[in-house]
């Protein structure tokens, strides 16, 4: 079985680490991944997005025109691709920043005020956690362990922001399963 995550914002939303994350997630449970990221021609606040590909075989191509689920963090990001998910796919929509719908009923939207979220956490920087979070609880594309293990292991370095995150991941669970 094959997932691909389409993730997509703007510079500075943490598009690439949620990417990243969840990519180590699937290679901790013996996954074969590939992770590729795009950036606009603007850094910070340009476009952002990234593709990850899972897969219990050898991936064929890493280029993927039409993902299994989105998550979308700004509302041009929820334009763009949202017409490109395949049905039964998840689209993940940051209803913080974007008020309309993706306007597809083949799909599981789940709508997440994400950085209201992560402002009652008293960071708005964990707004990218409580996003993964959520959208890993809703697709289940890895277990929420493995989640928990790669956030920890990507922020080793700056233990201080650990509870933190900690906290985010168990934030989006609940936003998620409440929808």
């Known amino acids: 079985?094959?997932?691909?995550?389409?993730?997509?914002?703007?510079?500075?939303?943490?598009?690439?680490?949620?990417?990243?994350?969840?990519?180590?997630?699937a290679m901790n449970e013996g996954s074969e991944v590939v992770w590729i990221p795009s950036y606009g021609p603007e850094m910070r606040g340009g476009t952002a997005y990234c593709t990850v590909v899972i897969s219990d075989r050898l991936?064929?191509?890493?280029?993927?025109?039409?993902?299994?689920?989105?998550?979308?963090?700004?509302?041009?990001s929820l334009e763009k691709f949202a017409p490109a998910v395949?049905?039964?796919?998840?689209?993940?929509v940051n209803s913080s920043l974007i008020s309309i719908h993706s306007g597809r009923d083949d799909v599981d939207e789940?709508?997440?005020?994400?950085?209201?979220?992560?402002?009652?956490?008293?960071?708005?920087?964990?707004?990218?956690?409580?996003?993964?979070?959520a959208f890993v609880a809703r697709s289940e594309v890895v277990d929420s362990d493995s989640l928990e293990a790669a956030v920890r292991a990507k922020f080793a370095q700056k233990e201080k922001l650990i509870p933190l995150n900690m906290?985010?991941?168990?934030?989006?669970?609940k936003a998620a399963l409440a929808r």
């Open 86 to 92: 395949k049905p039964r796919g998840v689209i993940f």
């Open 59 to 76: 991936i064929g191509s890493p280029i993927i025109r039409n993902p299994q689920h989105l998550v979308a963090m700004n509302r041009p």
């Open 167 to 173: 906290k985010a991941l168990e934030e989006g669970r």
């Open 1 to 25: 079985m094959q997932s691909e995550i389409q993730f997509a914002g703007f510079g500075g939303q943490g598009i690439m680490l949620m990417g990243q994350i969840l990519a180590q997630a």
């Open 110 to 133: 789940i709508r997440v005020p994400i950085i209201d979220i992560a402002k009652n956490l008293g960071n708005v920087k964990a707004a990218n956690i409580v996003a993964l979070s």
